[in-house]
């Protein structure tokens, strides 16, 4: 997970686990054919596997390359303006294709399709179905299944049979960040019931699931019925094997919660709570609602619990209104967590949030200096503390198998990722000495 970028998804996916369905490619003459690209973050992963198995079960086989599809899915980002170029550049290709007959239908999902912008990108390019995030359910009628019913997303089936899967705990995000489009494209919190979300990791786990990520866009926000996201955590913990979530928003975390990390032997000593600025005046005029002292004080709890976990964070870099002595807070603060990692992200006027109409515009070369200068701080800190790794043994789980260089993608408890020499199948467990540390991964050899 320890990735630092300004292209990388709005929250870390954890080692990208292959989707169900990847590498199952089927051969375009045989029956319907359907092709899904997902853009952006865990929470459209998770959505693609569901449309995913809405068309095998209407019958489509899923392939890899638009021009072997009847059927493209295009599940979208909407968070950074740079998101939407990427899509309009794949809406324009595949516009080609359907010109050459290859492709049949083309579908635009997520969080563009959410937007209202959808509607002009419907009409250039003669897209022929556009869901949002809260009728994802509709593609089941679309590709010829009975019409579901259903009041929100999340009781869509999740992954099953998978060493890894995603379950989401809640949808929205009741927050209104001065430069987020999220409430505006996913709406209002929803929180599922603590039962449901047990039921389905308990059905997760018996069909060989190992690796359970609870999602949400501010999971620790959730609560039902008087319980808070502790106590869901802890029930989820006691019938996982694994498991972590993500991504947390500092105001609702508690330090309840942080203790668990370290406590729960089945929890992932991994955090990842956004901070986005280390300056307190930033962070009122982003509505965040804490102030940098109090983050450092939660990291401080972290830190104690679970002193060998991993913490990550995203930073804005660039936000209207940022001055040189705001940049110099972030730096100091980034400092002082020591964070393993970080999303640093370019801020992008999003039509439609408070901060697109704000004054104080920093300059594209101001930008790009504050971002070198906050991730140099990130990787140095990270390589710093991932040498400390070096030479420890780690029971490390296996996510991806190896690849021909004989090296094998796992993560270990403390949330590290790390390239593994071993031939030992994805969702195993190996122990292996730390070799070698960068900044982003660790390198081990598998023990025996
Ligand atoms: N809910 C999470 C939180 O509040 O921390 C994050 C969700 S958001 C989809 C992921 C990240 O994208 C944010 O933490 C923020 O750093 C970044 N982001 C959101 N809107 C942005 C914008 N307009 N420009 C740049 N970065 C943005
Ligand atoms: Fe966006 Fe803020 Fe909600 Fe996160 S908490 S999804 S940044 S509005």
């Not at 047990?198 to 999602?215: I, P, Q, S």
């Not at 070096?390 to 390239?419: D, M, N």
Request: glycine share 8%; net charge neutral; charged share 25%.
């Amino acid at each position: 997970m320890n990735s630092t970028s300004s292209e990388t998804p709005a929250a870390p996916i954890p080692l990208s686990r292959k989707p169900p369905g990847q590498g199952r490619t089927h051969a375009p003459s045989v029956g319907k054919t359907a092709c899904i690209r997902t853009f952006g973050c865990q929470m459209n992963v998770h959505d693609s596997d569901r449309m995913r198995r809405m068309i095998q079960d209407a019958g489509y086989a899923e392939v890899q390359r638009y021009e072997d599809a009847d059927l493209v899915i295009l599940n979208t980002c909407y968070v950074r303006e740079n998101a939407v170029d990427r899509v309009k550049g794949h809406l324009g290709e595949l516009n080609r294709l359907r010109r050459e007959g290859r492709v049949k239908k083309v579908a635009l999902t997520g969080c563009i399709g959410a937007a209202d912008e959808s509607r002009t990108l419907q009409e250039t390019y003669n897209i022929d179905l556009v869901l949002g995030t809260h009728n994802t359910y509709e593609l089941a009628e679309f590709v010829g299944l009975p019409t579901m019913r259903e009041t929100y997303t999340p009781e869509l089936p999740g992954t099953e049979g998978e060493h890894s899967a995603f379950v989401t705990i809640m949808t929205g995000c009741n927050y209104k960040c001065s430069y987020c489009i999220v409430p505006t494209v996913r709406g209002r919190m929803i929180c599922r019931p603590l039962d449901g979300v047990v039921a389905e990791v308990e059905h997760l786990v018996a069909g060989g699931t190992k690796y359970v990520t609870l999602l949400g866009q501010t999971v620790d926000a959730w609560r039902h019925e008087g319980k808070r996201f502790c106590d869901l955590l802890e029930a989820v913990s006691e019938v996982a094997p694994r498991v972590w979530f993500t991504t947390s928003h500092p105001s609702n975390m508690e330090d309840r919660t942080l203790r668990a990390i370290g406590e729960r032997d089945t929890i992932v000593k991994r955090l990842h709570l956004p901070v986005q600025s280390g300056s307190d005046r930033m962070l009122k005029v982003m509505h965040r609602g804490y102030k940098a002292e109090r983050y450092r004080r939660k990291i401080g709890v972290f830190r104690e619990a679970a002193p060998d976990g991993t913490l990550s964070t995203d930073i804005i870099v660039g936000h209207p209104g940022e001055t040189e002595e705001d940049h110099e807070q972030t730096l100091k603060l980034v400092e002082d967590c020591e964070f393993d990692s970080a999303y640093i992200f370019k801020f992008s006027p999003r039509r439609g949030t408070e901060a697109a109409d704000l004054p104080g515009v920093v300059s594209d070369a101001v930008v790009q200096r504050r971002f070198l200068e906050v991730l140099r701080e990130i990787e140095q800190n990270a390589f710093k503390r991932n040498q400390r790794k070096v030479g420890g043994v780690e029971e490390i789980f296996v996510r991806h198998g190896a690849t021909e260089s004989g090296k094998a993608i796992g993560e270990t408890w403390s949330g590290h990722a790390v390239h593994v020499d071993t031939a030992a199948p994805p969702g195993s467990y190996v122990r292996a000495t730390i070799e070698s540390a960068g900044p982003h991964v660790l390198y081990a050899s598998h023990m025996n």
